[in-house]
């Protein structure tokens, strides 16, 4: 049985054949930035299924970008996860933080 879920290749493979070869890697970088502000712009309307939807649309764009620039973007997390996991951090009292070292 096929797995049911995207991955980084399927994304990447439909890009290509939607939108043609990526040209230029900040055109997916600055995509992304529009469907972070349209996700923001539900997230402040309370409106849940659309910020699903853009939340998914950023996440599209940056798989998109891993496999143009020949990375795997949960291998990308993983490695990344590792090192914030052994920072220290400060919270900011509203989900965020940042590191101090």
């Known amino acids: 049985m096929p ?17 043609g070869p990526v040209r230029d890697p900040v055109a997916l970088a600055k995509r992304a930035s529009i469907e972070m502000d349209e996700l923001i712009e539900a997230l402040e309307k309370g409106d849940t299924e659309e910020a ?11 798989n998109r970008l891993g496999a143009t620039l020949g990375f795997d973007l949960a291998d990308a997390v993983d ?19 940042r590191h101090v070292d």
């Open 3 to 19: 797995n049911p879920h995207e991955t980084q290749s399927t994304i990447a493979l439909w890009g290509e054949e939607t939108f």
């Open 52 to 62: 699903a939807r853009e939340t998914a649309d950023v996440l599209i764009l940056l």
């Open 79 to 97: 490695a990344k996860m590792k090192v914030n996991r052994a920072r220290q951090w400060v919270p900011a009292g509203d989900g965020t933080g």
